[in-house]
């Protein structure tokens, strides 16, 4: 008996102490904090977090500074230690993930709270493997090679301790004298809008925490491409019915698709700068769209004000930029410097600093950085330049340019001509990268001599001829003999890498004098020529095209731009890409644009007693060395009620011997409305491959507010009842939508 109540207490006893240890275990679990809970919803862990914090805490969590600006391997370290450990974010110019790390470890270790920090970068077109420009890819007509572009770019990126990007860059361009229209994916809103919506999945992915997906950031918000004449970072005139029909569309497409931040741009818009835009960083991006994420500035843009006349001085631009809705400060420090005291003289609500706040933490807790602040520390080789990336970067390269001229057909060449590669392009590794490259290298670059040397099986002569500018003829004859010598002349000229880009403007866009004359030269020699353009910019190309049997825009085309021109020129590929953006005839028909307004007067609208009133190529246009013809355009109905569908249908025949890709853009007019609308809109787009003599049907599911509705200058989405144009190839049909 003695023994059994023994036991029967030490079960008792045994039962009584794990409750009071669980409670205890329990106590001392709650006893960490909910925000290292990676358990807890992620609102629950920026609220508790945002609790702990004090108010130096909360204002550096809004700035940004930079590391690695300086590129002295010895004092690298210096910028560590002197980077506060509370920084909410730093732009880190380096690719060395030690280096990263060992500013991370003083973040999630020595700080207070251990708020690991957001490491940004300008990750456009690629991180090492070096991918087209932005308007380059837009020529492609293909969204899945954008978006597999960006998820290299991510992985690379994110190999180095990259975790957000500053990009996609969706201005949308009409004025090619702006070098950054390199950046954005063209002139077309709806087109941006697509590419914007596979840029933002390829960094992002499904899930941000996942490994190898970085934060995306849509730039530059809003309206940057409309400064005037192309000069960067000059005043805009952007009505409310332009700023909702041509600029905000991308934007709103990238932020539906989950973008985690946006960058205020630099440009004042009509009499309100972006960065102080209230309008649009409050009103429109967080009340009517509903944007949980953040806002940058651009660099020391919130400064700018001051500049710009908004703001009397550093502490108002800080008050207008943040009331505004910009909650990080790029590397002005001006919300370190002057939020406290606006907030103690009431200018500055301590509920909209902490919402400020939570938004950065909610993308920090999104990103998964509380559980993994480090980056691996791989050897450089594991991380970049990998087969299949390399790979992508080719295709995406031959994807991307555009075939202009193809006189005869002479291309593709025939692999056993002997060829004459010419001109200040064809040598050169650094043109192909383009600007904003990153931590891409010259090195990684295949020419285009070397591509068509392993291309044509060493059957090549080369020799440069002249510059990229200035009046050097002497290397002239050395090339002339060597054309002398071949049966075609392959003459690569055009613009430099960092002829465009941020502060890139020009007056013209025209090639230099000294490339061109090298261009006649070789022409006079009699041979055929075939020219090769490198720009990041449409270019005019008047001349170029007068002097040349085949011309074909390569854009900046990345690491492997010979093996992509190569594979164009003896046809293992075929050329699809067709113009995201219109090529003026010359730089006085600037800004010219498919989807204008037509004028009052018929046929004698803005036409030029000088020169042609077309531009030289307009939008959409590419040829391919297949042909195709468009037939039997119908229409499921030819009429609509507004909630209804209908299913627009066209053939496309591949009437040549070549299996070609073929880019079907489908665009709408509605002819008569009291917004008067551009004479042609684009709304869908489709690409196949069509094999050698066959048809296939391309279909554009209609969604008569999507596809035929417009936008008022308060951004309210109609649609009017009446006659509506679909048209595709050229073909076209009238549609009614009755109510
Ligand atoms: C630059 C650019 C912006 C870039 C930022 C950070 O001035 O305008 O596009 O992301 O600064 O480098």
Same mark, same amino acid.
């Given at each position: ?93 380096? #690719? ?24 940004? @970068? ?38 180095? $301790?990259?975790?957000?990007?500053? !990009? ?15 950046? &954005? ?20 992915? #499904? ?24 000069? #960067? ?57 509903? @944007? ?53 003289? $009431? ?28 980056? !691996? ?45 010419? &001109? ?131 854009? @900046? ?9 190569? $594979? ?17 005839? !010359? ?8 989807? *204008? ?22 939008? &959409? ?16 109905? #030819?009429?609509? !009620? ?70 008022? *200058? ?7 009842? $009446? ?17």
């Amino acid at each position: 008996m003695k023994k059994s109540m023994t036991l029967i207490w030490l079960v008792v006893a045994a039962v009584i102490s794990f409750s009071l240890d669980s409670d205890c275990f329990a106590r001392k679990r709650t006893k960490e904090p909910v925000y290292k809970n990676s358990a807890a919803s992620v609102e629950d862990r920026v609220s508790d977090l945002l609790s702990r914090m004090t108010l130096e805490e909360k204002l550096l969590q809004l700035s940004q500074y930079t590391l690695g600006r300086n590129t002295v391997e010895n004092n690298l370290g210096e910028a560590v230690r002197d980077v506060p450990a509370e920084i909410g974010s730093l732009i880190y110019f380096g #690719d060395d993930a030690v280096l990263r790390n060992e500013m991370q470890r003083k973040a999630v270790e020595e700080s207070r709270l251990g708020i690991p920090i957001l490491f940004g @970068h300008d990750v456009i077109h690629g991180y090492r493997t070096m991918f087209p420009v932005p308007l380059a890819q837009a020529c492609s007509w293909n969204p899945e090679m954008v978006r597999k572009s960006c998820t290299v770019a991510a992985q690379e990126a994110y190999s180095c $301790g990259v975790d957000w990007t500053f !990009s996609p860059m969706v201005d949308i361009a009409r004025d090619p004298r702006w070098g950054r229209i390199m950046e &954005g994916y063209g002139e077309d809103p709806y087109a941006a809008s697509v590419y914007c919506r596979a840029a933002v999945k390829g960094y992002q992915g #499904d899930d941000l925490s996942a490994e190898n997906t970085i934060a995306a950031c849509l730039k530059h918000y809003v309206g940057y491409g409309a400064s005037e004449a192309g000069r #960067d970072y000059v005043p805009t005139e952007i009505s409310d019915q332009t700023l909702w029909d041509t600029y905000l569309p991308p934007f709103e497409a990238g932020v539906k698709a989950g973008a985690a931040t946006l960058m205020s741009a630099f440009h004042n818009i009509s009499g309100t700068p972006a960065t102080g835009n209230r309008y649009i960083l409050t009103e429109v991006l967080k009340e009517k769209w509903g @944007h949980d994420g953040f806002v940058v500035s651009d660099w020391d843009a919130v400064r700018q004000l001051v500049n710009q006349g908004m703001a009397k001085d550093a502490k108002e631009a800080a008050m207008i930029a943040f009331n505004a809705g910009v909650e990080m400060d790029m590397v002005d420090d001006l919300y370190k410097n002057h939020l406290p005291e606006l907030i103690s003289e $009431g200018k500055v609500r301590m509920e909209q600093l902490d919402d400020a706040v939570r938004r950065v933490l909610r993308i920090k807790f999104r990103l998964g950085l509380f559980e993994h602040p480090f980056a !691996s520390e791989t050897p450089q080789e594991e991380r970049y330049l990998f087969p299949e990336s390399v790979a992508l970067a080719e295709e995406a390269a031959a994807e991307t340019m555009v075939l202009l001229k193809n006189e005869g057909g002479i291309l593709p060449l025939n692999p056993e001509c002997n060829l004459a590669v010419a &001109g200040p392009v064809a040598l050169s590794r650094e043109v192909h990268n383009g600007n904003w490259i990153a931590r891409a290298r010259a090195e990684d670059v295949i020419t285009v001599a070397e591509g068509l040397e392993k291309e044509f099986k060493g059957r090549i002569l080369t020799a440069e001829g002249c510059g990229f500018e200035g009046d050097d003829r002497s290397g002239f004859e050395q090339a002339l003999k060597a054309v002398r010598e071949s049966d075609v002349a392959v003459v690569c000229i055009g613009h430099k890498a960092g002829w465009s880009g941020e502060n890139c403007s020009r007056s013209t866009i025209e090639i230099p004098q000294i490339q061109i004359d090298f261009l006649k030269a070789v022409k006079a020699v009699g041979k055929p020529v075939v020219t090769l353009v490198s720009g990041g910019r449409p270019l005019d190309l008047r001349e170029v095209v007068d002097n040349s049997d085949a011309v074909l825009m390569i854009w @900046h085309p990345g690491t492997m731009a010979g093996p992509a021109v190569a $594979g164009i020129l003896d046809g293992r590929y075929n050329p699809s890409a067709k113009l995201a953006v219109t090529f003026p005839y !010359s730089t006085g028909q600037i800004p010219i644009y498919y989807n *204008r307004r037509n004028s009052g007067r018929r046929g004698t609208q803005g036409l030029y007693k000088d020169i042609q009133s077309e531009p030289l190529f307009e939008f &959409g246009y590419g040829l391919s060395y297949s042909t195709f013809e468009y037939r039997n355009l119908t229409l499921d109905s #030819d009429k609509v !009620s507004p909630e209804g569908k209908v299913t627009a249908s066209v053939e496309v025949v591949n009437t040549s011997s070549r299996d070609g890709q073929q880019a079907v853009l489908w665009f709408i007019r509605d002819p008569y409305s009291l917004i008067t609308r551009p004479v042609k809109e684009l709304k869908f787009f489709e690409k196949k491959m069509i094999p050698a003599g066959e048809s296939m049907v391309f279909k554009f599911e209609i969604d008569p507010l999507r596809d035929l509705g417009f936008v008022d *200058r308060t951004g309210r989405k109609y649609l009017d009842s $009446g006659e509506y144009r679909i048209m595709v190839g050229g073909l076209e049909a009238v549609l009614e939508v009755v109510e």
